[in-house]
């Protein structure tokens, strides 16, 4: 930790030592009911795992442009970028395909979530939220397979029944300086005697993002600056597709503005049990992703870097990026128990072209993923049991079309995964068991998981390339076993041993795709195994009346049969030409064995009745064996330290709150050599010259101020000040630089 960060940190501490107790009642509560803890809902007290639970308010507050962005602030989970319309949340240091995201119970991860990093995350709206809950350590036992690092626990909100006859409409309007961006949000509820509705609708457009003026590196003052951007086709000639023009000011990151429009439609009614319609969807027509279209020094002073321009491509988007959810959940009187089936279609589109390159490269992945869910709870001599099964099935349609921009002509192509079909279908039975004996509580559990795969490539394929069907079927079991003592009162120990497993998906086993340009091309796996995660967790727990809620713990991960990219080779070939570049060949195998370990620790206080003071801090260290090597190699995903320390003051309907966000560096010797780790977005690197000089990501921090004010019931309005000291930085791993001072303004009314 740098000396800055260890001033702030300590100058906080003392205030809190120094403070005196005044009665609260907004700190943590140990009976703070968490549904992500058992699938119905469980205490606080009786939960084994670390969980951050992160309010509809303070969402309002945070006032995050994308809930990926909301997720950063909170100082609790670390978010990379590779375009602003992206976000991949990292759970002790695990992330994507390797992270579970519910929505209302209702598993988001399909066939397709790939091991790099995701930005499906953002298909999510903060504004339809009632709360998240960030449940850390394995999930696997409750929610099956990707749950490794942890479950983000997404719960939108519920029309309410209350006996009165009554519309409660609501609107939002924020601003965001850093992208001169707008969200407008308007909600609709009707709350009825024996049956409810809500309509919410959200639009938001943004535009180019502005970095910050003063760079984080010594290295490279000019660092992330983009003197110059790419105008796409601006000379339909067979020699010039695109221009290469001056950045009127290098502070903007062209390519990075786009806009979305999100929708919730949940309607509740009461007749022999409660039934619940729920629709969702999430639409974004194009996307551009900013870290392959961002400006690289020109070749002649990077070495070593191939002999073409300072950009790589000429166009790349997603086009588009949706998601439409439907779902019917029943919950009988009679027992507590539920059925849920769901249905959910994800759309996403990737176009690109190579930089003055006549073909513009079109492929579309088509999603459709069923789900069933059946729940019970049930009581035996004393214990208290969660258990049910689970139906999940995923069919993916990929294509791919090539057109010529010069001659419009338009040709089949490669497509991202098998050009046929791909289908997985994983059948679950889960049982959770937990019984009090005095000061002790116990839990226990086990799922059995059958998974299947198909994936079929069509005879003659546009890769030209010897593949062939993919299946592949596997018994994953996984369990948990868990104690918490009552040591006082107030004072909880918790200590757990769990599995976790992640099945290999359709990206894992039959996707295509060139993941560096002209350095990486992954190309299909036909044999893999799954990874299991093994944890062993030990935390503590303190809570002195209203005034400190203390977390505190450490954990240890051992990983085995990894699945990562590694030197592949297809018909003999080591190397495959690809967009006119002799491309090396690359595919996910299972490479070997590693480990994960860290601690984290979050102290919240409250004194002198209207100030609270909060800290947190997380840190992370991960290692892998690759096959029958003695040496350890830094495993990939694994963030720098990081946390925050915020002061805050609140009186009524007024409230004030300082921040600082850090995060330590990450030094050139703990990235690994996967390339997922993106050390070429580095200082020393990017803009630069070349891999010899980069020192890896240095640390940063950045003050943030906030605050509120509510006239009455009716009208509030929030205020935000980002990046007060306009640094300019970038997040370990992204290929985005973070925004400079940004000014955010909220007015929300409920009519």
């Known amino acids: 930790m740098n000396k800055k960060s260890f001033a702030v940190i300590m100058a906080f501490w003392s205030l809190w030592c120094t403070a005196q107790y005044e009665d609260s009642t907004e700190i943590e509560s140990f009976e703070e009911v968490l549904i992500s803890a058992d699938r119905y809902g469980a205490k606080r007290s009786q939960s084994v795992q670390e969980i951050e639970v992160i309010s509809s308010k303070r969402l ?39 992270v579970l995201i519910l929505i209302d119970g209702i598993r988001m991860n399909n066939a397709t979530f790939r091991a790099g990093h995701l930005q499906d995350i953002i298909s999510i709206d903060p504004f339809s939220l009632e709360k998240m809950e960030v449940n850390f350590g394995s999930g696997s036992t409750l929610f099956g397979s ?55 609708l959200t639009h938001s457009q943004w535009g180019d993002l502005r970095m910050g003026s ?10 992330g600056l983009q003197p110059y951007y790419v105008e796409p086709l601006s000379n339909p000639s067979r020699l010039f597709y695109d221009s290469i023009l001056i950045n009127p000011d290098p502070k903007i990151q062209p390519h990075t503005g786009y806009a979305q429009s999100d929708v919730l439609l949940k309607g509740i009614w009461m007749n022999k049990g409660k039934h619940i319609i729920n629709l969702q969807g999430s639409f974004a027509p194009r996307i551009p992703r900013f870290d392959r279209m961002q400006f690289y020094a020109p070749p002649d002073i990077i070495d070593p870097r191939p002999n073409y321009t300072a950009f790589n491509y000429g166009y790349w988007s997603y086009e588009p990026q949706n998601r439409a959810l439907l779902s019917y959940t029943y919950e009988p009187i009679e027992h507590q128990q539920r059925f849920r089936v769901a249905h959910q279609r994800f759309d996403v589109g990737r176009v690109s072209r190579a930089f003055n390159k006549p073909n513009l490269r079109k492929q579309r992945d088509q999603i459709n993923m069923s789900t069933f869910n059946y729940d019970r709870v049930d009581y035996w001599r004393d ?82 390339l010897p593949l062939q069907d993919i299946s592949f079927s596997h018994f994953a079991p996984s369990f948990n076993v868990g104690i918490i003592r009552k040591i006082k009162e107030n004072l909880l120990l918790k200590t757990s041993f769990n599995q976790a497993f992640r099945n290999p998906n359709i990206d894992d086993m039959s996707k295509v795709f ?58 003999g070939q080591d190397s495959l030409e690809w967009d006119g570049i002799m491309t090396p060949i690359y595919q996910i195998q299972n490479v070997g064995n590693g480990y994960i370990q860290g601690f984290f620790a979050s102290i919240q206080y409250r004194f002198l009745k209207s100030w609270m003071a909060k800290f947190s801090i997380t840190e992370t260290r991960g290692r892998v064996r690759f096959g029958n090597d003695i040496l350890e190699q830094p495993l990939d995903h694994i ?54 000089n980069s020192e890896g990501n240095p640390a940063w921090g950045i003050w943030n101020l906030r605050g509120g004010y509510g006239i009455n019931k009716y009208w509030k309005f929030g205020i935000a000040v980002e990046n007060i000291l306009d640094l300019r930085y970038r997040v370990f791993a992204s290929g985005l630089t973070s925004a400079g001072r940004n000014i955010s303004l909220n007015v929300s009314y409920t009519f």
């Open 514 to 571: 060139e993941s560096q340009r002209g350095l990486k091309l992954l190309l299909p796996s036909p044999s893999l195994t799954p990874e299991f995660a093994y944890t062993f967790d030990l935390n503590v727990n303190y809570k002195f009346r209203s005034k400190i809620y203390i977390e505190a713990g450490v954990y240890h991960t051992w990983i085995q049969d990894l699945m990562s990219d590694a030197f592949g080779e297809v018909a």
């Open 60 to 98: 309002e507050e945070i006032q995050g442009a994308t809930l990926a962005d909301a997720l950063t602030q909170s100082g609790k989970v670390f978010i990379q970028k590779s375009q602003m319309g992206g976000g991949s949340p990292v759970l002790r240091g695990f992330e994507a395909s390797r």
């Open 214 to 223: 003063r760079s984080y590196t010594k290295l490279d003052d000019d660092f």
């Open 639 to 692: 963030p720098p330290l990081y946390g925050q320390v915020s002061l805050r003051w609140q009186r009524g309907l007024a409230w004030l709150e300082g921040q600082y966000l850090f995060n330590e560096d990450k030094p050139l010797e703990e990235y690994s050599i996967s390339g997922e780790d993106n050390l070429k977005y580095t200082p020393g690197f990017i803009n630069g010259v070349g891999n010899v």
């Open 383 to 464: 214990w208290d049991i969660r258990s049910g099964m689970e139906y999940v099935f995923n069919h993916v349609k990929s294509s791919g079309i090539s057109i010529d921009q010069f001659t419009k002509k338009e040709i089949t192509s490669k497509s991202r995964y098998a050009d046929s079909f791909g289908i997985t279908q994983a059948t679950a039975l889960f049982s959770h068991w937990r019984k009090n004996w005095g000061d002790y509580t116990v839990m226990m559990g086990a799922r059995l998981t059958y998974y299947k795969l198909n994936a079929a490539y069509k005879t003659v394929n546009s890769w030209e």
């Open 146 to 200: 990707d749950a490794m690092g942890g479950a983000l626990y997404l719960k939108t909100r519920d029309p309410k029944i209350d006996g009165s006859e009554r519309w409660i409409p609501k609107a939002n309007i924020r601003f965001q300086s850093a992208t001169s961006g707008i969200s407008a949000n308007t909600s609709l509820e009707y709350r009825g005697n024996d049956w409810g509705w809500l309509l919410n």
